[in-house]
Every structure is written in C-alpha cells, then in structure tokens.
C-alpha cells in the first residue's frame, strides 16, 4: 500500500545535538512538507518543497534544515540552533497539480531534548 | 488564504449526529473549503472539500451556506473512534501546492 512513512516515531536528543528526522513516500507524489506541532497547538509550517532539489521555508524555518535529492524523500535536520525543538513532527505529501489533491500525513516524531 | 473561525470544543454522545460549525466570512469566490481531522498522536487526514454545493462521501457530509459564509461538517453517527481535533482550512482554487495552513481547530469528544 502507498503511504508515508516518518522515523523513528520517538527521538531523544540531548541540548547541543543536531538530529534528522526521516521521511519517506512511495505515493509518487511531487511536494512534500514539514510541520510542527507543540501541545494543544495547530501545525505550523517549516520547510515545503514542491519538486526535487527545490525547497522554501515556511513560518518557523529557523534552526531547521532540509533536503530533497530524491522525490520520495524529504529529511528534516533540527539543528542545535533550534532553541525548543521539543514538539511532534509531522510530513506531508501531496499531488503538485490540483485543488482536489487532499495531503497525505505521515503517524508524526516525536522529539524530546533532555 | 481567508480566515476560518471555528469552536475550541464540542461534545457529543455516541451514535447521534454531530454538526461541526466552521465561519469563514471572508471567503473568496475561488476559495475552497477543506476539512482534515487529527486523531490523537496522529497525523492529520483528510476528511472532505467543497466549492459551493454540499458534498457528502463515506466519512462525512459538508454542507455549505448559500452565502458560503459559513460551513457545517456532519458526522452522521458519531463513534468513540470520531474522538479528534477537526480542522476547517480554505483554499484558493489555484493555490498549487501552497501549503495548508492550520488553524487550531475543534476538539470534539464523543460520550460513550
């Protein structure tokens, strides 16, 4: 079945650490997206990215970094300079073309510093 | 995109009908309006969209004012596993891959 699959479903990272989170979509779908999510909170927006090799920062880029060499991977790096990089992290895929394309969510990370 | 203004919470017995309300009075012409809803520890899914008519499919029915001011997802009967957080976005037809922008949302819980 086609899906999208983020790993590992828990991280512990210590202050100080960077730390890549993976996602992965076998959906043949062109854009992928990162979101965060803090407790009680809606998803907001980190990195997109519409096609390979291409990519744009959302609303809460900083301290974070991506990458999309391939189509079916979009891996996110939260770097030590990320200040509260505590929060569940969510991928996304979708279709490039069409209003009537929905967003495929991956089960999310959850990532904790100690 | 325009804004949607929905409640914080609702709740709702078990096998009755649930009527999620969503305002948008700033909506465009060419906005669509699209429901996704968060299971707990989950990632969001999609639910159901609209122009102007009311849609229906097998999870839920969108019913739209005439106005489009405002939208009501239904869940016809609501079961423990419809416990979630419900999310009203509006998109504009041509958005592309514009990415979805995520309010808040409803938490609903559903009484046994």
């Known amino acids: 079945d086609g899906g999208i699959t983020q790993s590992p479903k828990y991280l512990f990272r210590k202050e100080g650490q960077n730390v890549t989170l993976s996602c992965e979509q076998n959906?043949?779908?062109?854009?992928m997206y990162w979101y965060r999510q803090d407790p009680g909170q809606g998803l907001r927006l980190i990195y997109y990215?519409?096609?390979?090799?291409?990519?744009q920062k959302g609303d809460i880029a900083e301290g974070y970094s991506v990458s999309r060499e391939k189509k079916e991977s979009f891996p996110l790096t939260v770097t030590s300079a990320q200040k509260n990089p505590t929060a569940f992290y969510l991928c996304?895929?979708?279709?490039?073309?069409?209003?009537?394309?929905?967003?495929?969510f991956g089960s999310g990370t959850r990532l904790t510093v100690v | 995109d325009a804004k949607t203004t929905q409640p914080n919470s609702m709740e709702s017995n078990e096998e009755e009908p649930v009527h999620l309300p969503c305002n948008h009075s700033t909506i465009s012409g060419t906005d669509y309006i699209h429901w996704y809803r968060q299971l707990p520890s989950q990632g969001p899914e999609y639910v159901i969209h609209?122009?102007?008519s009311n849609v229906n499919n097998r999870m839920a029915s969108l019913a739209i004012a005439e106005d489009r001011k405002s939208s009501t997802l239904i869940l016809h009967r609501a079961t423990l596993r419809d416990a979630a957080v419900y999310y009203c976005?509006?998109?504009?037809?041509?958005?592309?891959?514009?990415?979805?922008?995520f309010g808040k949302g409803t938490r609903l819980s559903v009484i046994a």
């Open positions: 996304a895929s979708s279709q490039r073309e069409g209003q009537n394309y929905g967003y495929t």
């Open positions: 976005i509006l998109r504009f037809w041509n958005s592309g891959n514009t990415p979805l922008v």
């Open positions: 609209g122009l102007t």
């Open positions: 959906l043949n779908h062109d854009a």
């Open positions: 990215s519409q096609i390979v090799n291409d990519f």
